[in-house]
């Protein structure tokens, strides 16, 4: 400001008249903006790039040397391309995807207490639900972004290596290639289920934590303590009721028919993870002080 | 700045205001009237509770006790709702380093509604940030950001503007230019709440002012009246100083009075003085020098949350009518009727 510039005529007030508030979808937009804007938020979508086309490039490797594959998709795998997206969701899904999951979903309340951002939004005209709600919403997003990116590059890379060929299904069936490629985009479609509890659970320690490497770090250890807790004698009992259990409920869409069984027991387990996770994420951020930064 | 009758609800009404942060109590029972139109000055030390305050003001914490109503709306019942019409920032402004000034600004211009998206030129133009708007915040001086904040303070078209130490960090052109655009928008009728330590900005731009010292208010009200609360302050030269220090501490009405290095010094209000003139003269001493030094509100401000900066040992009166009470000077002689009350 120059003193010229600043020293002109007053600047009048404006008279009272009744704001028209933003909707949530309108926080959401710019929650996906500033995802967007920041590159941490590609070290996720790096990660599970990379691994499917490593992937690839090994499968190739392993089949110019005529190694032989142990479950029915790594046998298949240099006879359908369709294989390689179904053998990459088995891997993944048990640690790398809910690890790229709570990156964002841990850092997202976290980081904007750290930085004093989050009293800059509250300042505005928007209600401390709608913040969070779209928070959550684009923490969800940034995981089903993560979940079908890896499932392309992977049904791509496959296709594209080994052929866009019928698969024979965990059943024993042969399911044609069309079919086969949906059921691919389906089985991800259903590993949201607990994707969503994870990404849940990461947002309320996100609120709670207030520090965004103890809440990834918090999430992703939550998860590996459920392995550990899984794989304690005695406690069988309880593994149906294990998030980590959930990671592979998809795989009921892979037989014929189709096992449904596992697949609403995954909604209902998830639920339970998920909803009281939003819920205490939402009471707490609700009434919490808001001082940092 | 006058205040301006009007059938709103005052802009920011407190009563009780408490925060207690376990043992330490932070906000000790404040009440803050600030009224349409008022450039009202938050004063006190760091630490005195001053941010903590306007936080409860605009939400961001919840009080202990108390309540904080803004245009009669309290921002633990009514959300967002009750910073219908007020903006401002606490502490520093902040902004998403890696966006530019402009996107930060259209961020915020969507978390507002009302059209604020199309005032983002103006109110860029406003703090002559258009040049950088382009440029990533995180790249910003410390200047650039606080005049980022008042730029997303006025995209809001505020009735109320609240800001907390607007000029700290900024060099002294600046401050001259920060305080300039504070003046220019109380001029068009804003109601200003400005929180600083920086006294003579507040001497410059604010009518009324609540002072603040470990988490209570100490005075508020208008600084005219402070001011003459807290008497003028004379310089005197007499042909016995001795005999007349004497004598102005036998005197009523005089609230302190004191030997210096250059000569005696007491504090009286105007007609007291011509009294003490009259005193000294019937009782043969003759005066050399009588000096009037009106005092500042830095003097106020340190004999109100500190003693006198010389130190003298004052006594605690109430002065601002509602319960808390200030330290207004000391006395050798004859406390003064309705003193002695203390905190």
Redesign the interface.
Known sequence: MSATAAGAGAVPAPARHHVRRPSTVTVYRWELRKLISQKRTYLGFALIVILPLVFILFQNLHHHHGHGGQSIFEAQITQSGLATPVLMLIFLSAFMLPLVASLVAGDIVANEDGNGTLKTILTRSVDRGQVLAAKALAAFTYATVAVFLSATVATVGGIASFGFHSVVSLSGTVVSAGEGLALVYASNALYLIPTVAVVSFGVLLSVVTRNSAAAVVGTIGSVILLYIISGIPGLEGAHPYLLTEQFQAWQGLLRTPTDWGPITHSIWVCALYAVPSLVAAYLVFLRRDVAGG | MASSESL?PQPVKARGLVKRYGEILAVDHVDLNVRSGDVYGFLGPNGAGKTTTL?MA?????PTGGTVELFGRDPMRH???A???V??????????P??TAA?NLE??A?????GARERIREVLE???LTPRAKHKVGGYSHGMRQ?LGIA?A?L????LLILDEPATGLDP??M???R??IR??A?????VLLSSHQLPEVQELCDRVAIVDRGRVVYEGALSDLRRQGGTRYRLKTADDDRALALLRSQPRVTMAAATPAGLEFQAQEQDAGEVSLALGRAGIAILALTPELATLEDLFFRLTEGSPEGDHGERVPVNGHGAAAVVGARAAAPAAGAGEPS
């Open positions: 709103e936080r605009l939400g961001l914490i919840t959300g967002a709702g910073l219908e019409g903006a401002g920032f606490v502490e520093a402004p902040r902004f998403y890696y966006l996107k961020l915020l969507a978390l507002d509604g009302d406003t703090v002559e005049r997303a006025l809001r078209r505020p009735r052109a600046g001259r230019d920060m300039s655009l220019r928008l001029d068009g009728g804003m109601t």
